[in-house]
Every structure is written in structure tokens, then in C-alpha cells.
């Protein structure tokens, strides 16, 4: 590793936020640095906690976690956002709305909030999700919360990412039933029942409550049911109780060795995929017939093509 990425890991270790920033450009770019930087900032991670919000689009996860950050600053602590959006590509658009809600935080330094989209052209969410949190984690963001809409299988994939995940519903609709249908009911942590304010909160969570109960579980974790109002910024203080709970939780854990190792094993992995995949895309973009071919639908001879950028990539 060369001076300046040494004392480039250095500074963000100690905060710094244009090394921050270089470092998640670095990432993004898929520069051979980035994974140089990454394989080494594995073992410096650990110290801050990552935090996955999902539910329902609408539901208030936005307003939700704005007021987070309300709270976590004044008590003078870091936090930063991955906003997952299924319709932006990687390292492009923002998730509008989430930025025009959160703005009122752009100018203060332990606040940091990026848009990931999901339909990256290589490496997937996944990948990029992960190198963001242990990035952040090594520069010292205390909180770091993902926000993911739904629960599709990406989400899910991405809810395996974090350490702690809240379930947002609401008390609108069938939506909780739903949802909880939908796999929510194992992944979450801890539950959120957003816009308490409206009519029937105490239903919802009493469902909720039902549904666990039915379900056997081995962890001596208990997920609580939390009545907020984003708007208002009632019952965000006990959801970031629980949040601290669930760490405290968590530290009580015996760590697994050969758990870490199995962590470290599918990163570097996944690392080696997101890299293969960069180099079959530059290899494809260096002639635009291969393009145009691999997007026809009469190509006669796409296979053999496949096989050589295949060949071609594995030598260089
Ligand atoms: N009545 C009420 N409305 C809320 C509450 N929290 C959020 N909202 C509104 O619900 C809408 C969706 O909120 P947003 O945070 O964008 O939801 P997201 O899609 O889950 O991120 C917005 O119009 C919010 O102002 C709440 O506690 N009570
Ligand atoms: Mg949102």
C-alpha cells in the first residue's frame, strides 16, 4: 500500500471528512485502491452500530429517522444514511424527497447522508451497502441507518447486512399483515408503529404482539413494539433506546470466531465478484458492437462472444 493511501486510511480514521469523501469516490469508481482500502479497513470495524429501517413506502421511515438524527446530534454523536433506492444506479441519482426532508441537516459535519441504488451494474446492492458501512463505521459515524423500502429479497439481503433492523408499519390499511407476511416477522429487531397519531396504533401492535407470540423463538431477545410520530418526534427517544438496547444485546453475545472468519471469507468474496464484474463491463464498453450484441436478440454467435470476454477478462 503507497503513502498516501496509508495516510489517507489514517485520516478517516481519525474523521476526517474529505478523506471521507475520497475514500467513497474511490469505492464507487471500483479504483484498485478501493479494495486495497477495504481488505484493510476490515478489522479496524466494529465500533459504531448499523441500523436497517424498512417497511412500507410511506409509512414515515424518512420523517423517522430525520428526527434520529435530531437526537443522536444532540447528544453530540455521529450518524449518517444510506437511503436505498431500487431506481437509481449506484453511485447516481438522489432519493429526492428524502434529501429535500433531510436538508435541514447539509451543513453539519456529523451528519451524512448518500443514496444507493439497487440496480448497480455490478457487484449489486449488496456489496456496495457493505464496504459504505464499514467505511463509515472505521470514520467513526455511530449510528448508521439503512433505509430500504418493502420486502423484496434485496431487502431482506441488505437487512443481513446490518446489525440491528426496525420494521416500520403503520395502523393504515392491512399493510402490517402484510408485510409481516412477507419474511418482516423474523428480520426485525424491533417494531415501529408510526403515526400513532392516527387511529388505531394499539391495534396494530397488539396484532403484532399475537404474532410473535405464536411463533416459537430461541433468542432471549424480545423484539418491542414502539408507538411513534415521526411528525411530532413522540416515541423516537424509546426507539433510540431500543436501538442502544439491542447493541447492548448484542455485545452480550459470545463473538464467534469462525463466525467473523465466515464474515470476512464472504466479503473478500464478494469483493472478488464485484472486481470480475468491473472488468467483464470495461471489457464490454471497449467495443460497442459487444454491447449492441449482448442487448439483440438475434445474435448468433453471443455465447462464443461471452466465452471470449470471459477468457479475456480472467488474463488481465
Ligand atoms: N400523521 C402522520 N404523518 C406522518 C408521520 N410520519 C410521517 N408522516 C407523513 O407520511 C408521509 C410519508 O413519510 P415518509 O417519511 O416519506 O415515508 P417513507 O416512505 O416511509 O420514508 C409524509 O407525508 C409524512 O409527513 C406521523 O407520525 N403521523
Ligand atoms: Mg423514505
Known amino acids: 500500500m503507497d503513502e498516501v493511501t496509508k495516510k489517507r486510511i489514517k485520516n478517516l480514521q481519525e474523521g476526517d471528512r474529505r478523506a471521507l469523501s475520497r475514500v467513497l469516490s474511490l469505492v464507487e469508481e471500483q479504483d484498485d485502491q478501493a479494495f486495497e482500502i477495504l481488505e484493510h479497513l476490515f478489522e479496524h470495524t466494529?465500533?459504531?452500530?448499523?441500523?436497517?429501517?424498512?417497511?412500507?413506502?410511506?409509512?414515515?421511515?424518512?420523517?423517522?429517522?430525520?428526527?434520529?438524527?435530531?437526537?443522536?446530534?444532540?447528544?453530540?454523536?455521529?450518524?449518517?444514511?444510506?437511503?436505498?433506492?431500487?431506481?437509481?444506479?449506484?453511485?447516481?441519482?438522489?432519493?429526492?424527497?428524502?434529501?429535500?426532508?433531510?436538508?435541514?441537516?447539509c451543513s453539519d459535519d456529523g451528519v451524512f447522508i448518500r443514496s444507493v441504488g439497487s440496480r448497480g451494474k455490478s457487484g449489486g446492492v449488496s456489496f456496495a451497502t457493505r464496504a459504505l458501512l464499514q467505511i463509515l463505521d472505521v470514520y467513526g459515524s455511530e449510528?448508521?441507518?439503512?433505509?430500504?423500502?418493502?420486502?423484496?429479497?434485496?431487502?431482506?439481503?441488505?437487512?443481513?447486512?446490518?446489525?440491528?433492523?426496525?420494521?416500520?408499519?403503520?395502523?393504515?390499511?392491512?399493510?402490517?399483515?402484510?408485510?409481516?407476511?412477507?419474511?418482516?416477522?423474523?428480520?426485525?429487531?424491533?417494531?415501529?408503529?408510526?403515526?400513532?397519531?392516527?387511529?388505531?396504533?394499539?391495534?396494530?401492535?397488539?396484532?403484532?404482539?399475537?404474532?410473535?407470540?405464536?411463533?416459537?423463538?430461541?433468542?432471549q431477545w424480545k423484539p418491542p413494539i414502539i408507538l411513534t410520530s415521526a411528525q411530532s418526534g413522540e416515541g423516537v427517544?424509546?426507539?433510540?433506546?431500543?436501538?442502544?438496547?439491542?447493541?447492548?444485546?448484542?455485545?452480550?453475545?459470545?463473538?464467534?470466531?469462525?463466525?467473523?472468519?465466515?464474515?470476512?471469507?464472504?466479503?473478500l468474496y464478494e469483493m472478488i465478484q464485484t472486481r470480475l464484474a468491473g472488468y467483464v463491463e470495461e471489457w464490454i464498453d471497449r467495443d460497442p458492437h459487444r454491447r449492441k450484441a449482448l442487448e439483440s436478440t438475434d445474435e448468433p454467435n453471443l455465447y462464443k462472444m461471452v466465452k471470449e470476454g470471459i477468457a479475456a477478462c480472467l488474463k488481465s
Open 46 to 105: 466494529g465500533k459504531g452500530m448499523s441500523v436497517g429501517i424498512t417497511g412500507p413506502a410511506g409509512a414515515g421511515k424518512s420523517t423517522l429517522i430525520d428526527q434520529l438524527i435530531r437526537l443522536v446530534r444532540k447528544q453530540d454523536q455521529k450518524i449518517s444514511v444510506l437511503a436505498v433506492d431500487p431506481s437509481s444506479p449506484f453511485s447516481g441519482g438522489a432519493v429526492l424527497g428524502d434529501r429535500v426532508r433531510m436538508q435541514g441537516h
Open 143 to 219: 449510528y448508521t441507518v439503512v433505509e430500504t423500502v418493502g420486502a423484496g429479497q434485496s431487502e431482506v439481503d441488505i437487512m443481513n447486512l446490518v446489525d440491528t433492523t426496525v420494521v416500520v408499519l403503520t395502523p393504515e390499511s392491512g399493510d402490517s399483515i402484510q408485510a409481516l407476511k412477507a419474511g418482516m416477522l423474523e428480520i426485525a429487531d424491533v417494531f415501529v408503529i408510526n403515526k400513532k397519531d392516527r387511529e388505531g396504533a394499539n391495534r396494530v401492535a397488539h396484532d403484532i404482539e399475537m404474532m410473535l407470540s405464536l411463533v416459537p423463538s430461541e433468542s
Open 237 to 267: 427517544a424509546q426507539l433510540l433506546e431500543a436501538l442502544q438496547n439491542h447493541r447492548g444485546y448484542l455485545n452480550t453475545l459470545q463473538v464467534d470466531p469462525a463466525r467473523l472468519r465466515r464474515k470476512r471469507k464472504a466479503f
